[in-house]
């Protein structure tokens, strides 16, 4: 299947009762064929001074993500910590995720997300999707 993803990563204000910055994180998808809209993304990212990062998402599609990872050079991996959804989603049941950003270059970026369901696979991760982003000026 292909579809198009807008990705938004940009600074966010610095909140004084935390004292930690965090980075706003939005995406957006669509199908490439029909433009139907498939969900949108928003949420907080955020690295400690030694590489764990945290990103917590909620989404239109009822589902709200806290993740956990490390950075490495060009790389930072996340997996679930938990998951929240309303009670009508239709999605199936999201058991365990992992989500990988690559930095190819100053230009590219790659995002891939693999996951386990309630109905596959029962043990580690079937790829979900992949994105390559192109940074825009």
Do not use: C
């Given at each position: 299947?292909?579809?198009?993803?807008?990705?938004?990563?940009?600074?966010?204000?610095?909140?004084?009762?935390?004292?930690?910055?965090?980075?706003?994180?939005?995406?957006?998808?669509?199908?490439?064929?029909?433009?139907?809209?498939?969900?949108?993304?928003?949420?907080?990212?955020?690295?400690?001074?030694?590489?764990?990062?945290?990103?917590?998402?909620?989404?239109?599609?009822?589902?709200?993500?806290y993740e956990t990872g490390t950075v490495s050079p060009n790389k930072l991996v996340?997996?679930?910590?938990?998951?929240?959804?309303?009670?009508?989603?239709?999605?199936?049941p999201v058991e365990d995720l992992r989500r990988t950003f690559i930095r190819h270059?100053?230009?590219?970026?790659?995002?891939?997300?693999?996951?386990?369901?309630?109905?596959?696979?029962?043990?580690?991760?079937?790829?979900?999707?992949?994105?390559?982003?192109?940074?825009?000026?």
């Open positions: 299947m292909t579809f198009g993803e807008e990705l938004v990563i940009n600074e966010a204000p610095i909140a004084k009762s935390a004292n930690v910055q965090f980075l706003n994180f939005s995406a957006r998808a669509w199908s490439h064929s029909t433009k139907d809209h498939f969900h949108d993304e928003w949420g907080f990212l955020t690295v400690d001074p030694v590489g764990n990062a945290t990103l917590m998402t909620t989404g239109n599609n009822g589902f709200t993500t996340l997996t679930l910590k938990d998951i929240g959804r309303i009670s009508f989603s239709r999605d199936l270059d100053d230009r590219y970026m790659e995002q891939v997300i693999e996951m386990r369901t309630a109905t596959h696979p029962k043990v580690g991760y079937l790829e979900h999707t992949r994105v390559v982003y192109t940074k825009l000026k």
